[in-house]
């Protein structure tokens, strides 16, 4: 028992002391660089799947008639 004791007093000091936590700037800077990045991948993908499509349903008529 004293083995957890110890685990979560010293899990509590480093997350209370040694981590250095972001400002909310800096939280609001990157999440704006996730947003983008995620937007900027969405369209690449949907332009793939797109592509795709188009493709897909050529070669079957062209293939079909």
């Known amino acids: 028992m004293e083995k957890i004791t110890t685990?979560?007093?010293?899990?509590?000091d480093e997350l209370m002391h040694k981590v250095t936590w972001p400002?909310?700037?800096?939280l609001q800077d990157s999440a704006?660089?996730?947003l983008i990045?995620?937007?900027?991948?969405?369209?690449?993908?949907l332009g793939i799947d797109l592509s795709f499509k188009e493709g897909t349903q050529w070669l079957y008529k062209?293939?079909?008639g």
Do not use: R
């Not at 685990?7 to 509590?12: K, N």
């Not at 400002?23 to 800096?26: F, G, V």
């Open 32 to 34: 704006v660089v996730v």
């Open 23 to 26: 400002t909310w700037s800096e």
């Open 37 to 45: 990045t995620a937007l900027i991948i969405s369209i690449i993908v």
């Open 62 to 64: 062209s293939i079909i």
């Open 7 to 12: 685990y979560f007093q010293e899990a509590y």
